[in-house]
C-alpha cells in the first residue's frame, strides 16, 4: 500500500511507480490507498527517487530563505482537497463496470466522452425577452442576404462551394467576381477576380457596424437552395422585431425557411463595451463551416465608417476608417481566422480536384484549408510546388513574404506611419483553435485594455513622432499572441498605432503560430507606409494595390514619394534633426547638420544592395536561402528598384 506525504511531489513519485509495476503484475495485484492520510499520516513513498528527494529538500530550502516557509504544504493541500473534488465527481460519471479506482476510472469517463468537466453546469445562462429600440434611437439598417457562391481562395483558382452573408444590394457584385474566377481556372496566369492583399473584393466574411446608443436594424433574407439559416448575433441582445423574442435558435423564427425573410433589431446600449461580435447562422453546422460566418462590431458613440479607398461612406469591409469629433479617427481591421468545412472536408484546386489532405511539399495538414478572410495562401502546393517543378528545388523559409513570390492575396491591413490602428480578432471556425501572432519585435497590446488607465498614451503615443523609451509599467500585461477559440472575438489596440513606437515603415508578418496552420496558408502581413500611395504604380505608389486614403484628421503629414535625385540639394527634417542632402563628395555626420550624400542615404533606407547569394545565375540565387538583399541600381544620382 502506498501513502501519499507531499502534493504534486509524490503524484509524480507514485505515477512512476505504478507504470513501473504494471508492467510486470497482474490486474487487481496492486492496490492504492486513495484516503490519502493527510500530511502527517506517517506514511512514507517507497523506493522515492533520489533526484526526488533533492528536488524536495531544494524547494523547502527556497521557501525558508525566502521567508515562505510552510507554502508548499498549504499548496499541496488545496491540490489534494481539488484532486478529491476530481475523484467524486469522476466517479459520478464513470462507467459502472469500472473497478479501478479515481485514475482508472478519470481514464474510462474520457475514453466514453463522460468527463464531467465537459458537461453542463448549474449556473446555466437564461435567456431573456429583449427590448426594443427607443423610437428616439440612430437607426443603422442592413438588407442582408445569405447565399451560395463559390469561394476562391487565392490566385492560383483553389476553391470551394460554399456559403455567405452580403448585403443584398451587392449580390449582383458578387455573381460578377464568381463568375470571372470560374473562368479564370482555365488559364493557370489568369488571378481572376482575386486582388492582392483582399482589397475591396465582394467576397469576403460580412462585416458591418454601429455605434453605442443606436438601433441596429437587420432585415435578412434566406436566398439559400433549399436550406434553412439564420443570422445570430453573439453577445448581443438582439430581437426578433415582430415577437421581442430572442433571436436565438431555439425560438420560433429566429431560423428563416429558404426563400423567407426575417426583421431583427438590437437596440445597443450606450455603455455597450466597443468591439466585435460574431454572426453566426444557428440553422446549421455546414454552412458556418463553409463561410456563412461574419462580424457585427459596435464602434464608439458618434462614429462614422469611411472607405480607406475613396475616403466615401463605408457601409460593410474588413477594412475601415473609424472617424469621429470627439475622438482621433483610426484604422480597423478585422481578421477572422477559420478553417475551411470540418476536418475532413477537402478544397478543390482550379482542375476541379480535390486538394490533398497533406502538402507533399511541406507536410502541412489540410492545405488551403486554414484560411483568414476567405483567403489561403499554402507555401507547397501551389508556390514552392511550381519551384520545385522548374528548379527542382523549394524553400519554404521565404515562402510567407512579398520577397520570392510578391504580394500574397491574403489580407494585408494597410496603414500609414503613425495611425491608429484596432484589431478586431475573430474566430471564424469551429474545428481548432488558433494563435494570432505578429512579427515586428514591438507589436503588442493590453490583455485587459478597459482595465489600463493609460490605454489612450499607449495606443497613441508615436501620433506625432517616434517614442524613444516606451511605457515600462502598466496595469495589465502586454502580449504579442493571442489564441482564440471557435466563435471567441478579442479586440487587439497596438501600441504606438502604425509602424510601432519606432515608426518603422514596411511589412509586419502575422500568422497563426500553430506552424502547420500557417503553413497550410493562415497568414498575413500589415503593410505600413511612409509615402502617399495614390496609385499609378511604380510612379506614384509603391505596389501594384488599390490607393490608400489618410485618415481624415492627419491629412498632410505623410509625404509623396520621391525619386532620390529630387532630393539632392535638400534638407531632410527627421522630427527636429536636420541633414543635408548632396549630390558630390563624401558624407561628414560630424557637422551640427550632418550632410549626407545620397547615395549614403539611399544606403541606410534599403536593404543591402547586391544579388541573392552573390550570383548572377537566377537559378543559385533561388537556390542560396538569401532574402537579405535587393538588386537596385543606380542612374547618375537616382536609384531603380529594377534594373
Known sequence: MFGVKKGWKNWYALAVVLVTLGL????????????????????????????????????????????????????????????????SKLKEHASPASAGGGFHDSWAGHQLGQSYLLGPTEAASKVYRGAHCPSNAPVKKYEVAAINVEITLNQWGDYYPGYMYVLTKDIDKVRAEEEKNAAAREDALDPGAVSNGLQGDAIQPFVIRANQGDCLRIKFSNQLEDEDAGFQVNGSAMIISSTGQPDTAATPGA???????QDYEWYIPIDEQEGGHMIQNHAGRDPSSLGLIGTMIVEPMGSKYKDPWTGGPLESGWMAMITNDDARDFREFTLMYHEVGDESFRPLNRHGEMIPQRDPQTDAYRPSARAMNFRSEPFGINNLAQQEKKFHFEDESLAYSSYTFGDAPTTIPRSYLGDPAKFRLVHGGGEVFHSHHPHGGTIRWTRSPQREVQLKNLTQAAYDGPVKFPVVRTTTDRVDVEVIGPSEVVDLETECGSGLCQRLAGDFLFHCHVAHHYVAGMWGYWRVYNTLQTGNYPFASTDVMRPLKELPDRVGRIPKGQTSDKLVGRTMDWFGKKFKVVGEGKSDWTKEVPVVN????????????????????????????????WDYDWKDNQVLSER
Open 255 to 261: 431560423i428563416v425557411a429558404a426563400e423567407e425573410s
Open 598 to 629: 545620397i547615395k549614403d542615404w539611399v544606403k541606410y533606407m534599403l536593404p543591402p544592395k547586391g544579388q541573392p547569394g552573390h550570383v548572377d545565375d537566377p537559378i543559385k540565387q533561388i537556390k542560396s536561402y538569401d532574402g537579405s538583399v
Open 24 to 87: 510486470c503484475v497482474p490486474a487487481g495485484a496492486l492496490t492504492t490507498d486513495h484516503s490519502h492520510g493527510g500530511h502527517n499520516s506517517g506514511n512514507v513513498a517507497v523506493d522515492k527517487p533520489a533526484w526526488l528527494e533533492k528536488l524536495e529538500n531544494q524547494v523547502d530550502h527556497e521557501e525558508l530563505m525566502g521567508g515562505m516557509e510552510g507554502r508548499q504544504d498549504k499548496m499541496d493541500q488545496t491540490f489534494m482537497k481539488v484532486m478529491d473534488q476530481l475523484k
